[in-house]
């Protein structure tokens, strides 16, 4: 079971940190991602989180300002994200899924868990 939490209101050039409580997820099986969906659009990839290795990729929109990190012992997932822009506004959603390889980690299709989403708002 997944629980995203951590959105809110922010200003252009602020940052956040959002958080996927993660129960059941042991990361030496489970890849894990974040999304968003803006209103009026789909679903769109952010940054993925490999099992075991914890090797990262983002996409290029989210390169370089967000990051993408996990502490096992809670096990939960963070996406900090830096110098944020009102075209990230979104709803945000955590995404987990066992064995799923490394080059799909982008694709939403290839998970089956998903969190509740929390919403992102950023003012200019």
């Known amino acids: 079971q997944l629980q995203a939490f951590g959105g809110g209101l922010v200003q252009a050039g602020g940052s956040l940190t959002l958080s996927c409580a993660a129960s059941?997820?042991?990361?030496?099986?489970?890849?894990m991602a974040w999304f968003r969906q803006a209103p009026g659009k789909e679903r769109e990839f952010v940054g993925y989180l490999h099992r075991n290795s914890g090797g990262t990729y983002y996409a290029d929109s989210v390169k370089g300002r967000f990051t993408i990190s996990r502490d096992s012992a809670k096990n939960t997932m963070y996406l900090r994200m830096n110098n944020l822009k009102p075209e990230d506004t979104a709803v945000y959603y955590c995404a987990a899924q066992a064995g799923i390889i490394y080059s799909s980690g982008g694709n939403s299709r290839a998970y089956n868990h998903w969190g509740q989403g929390t919403l992102v708002t950023v003012s200019s």
């Open positions: 059941g997820v042991t990361y030496s099986r489970y890849g």
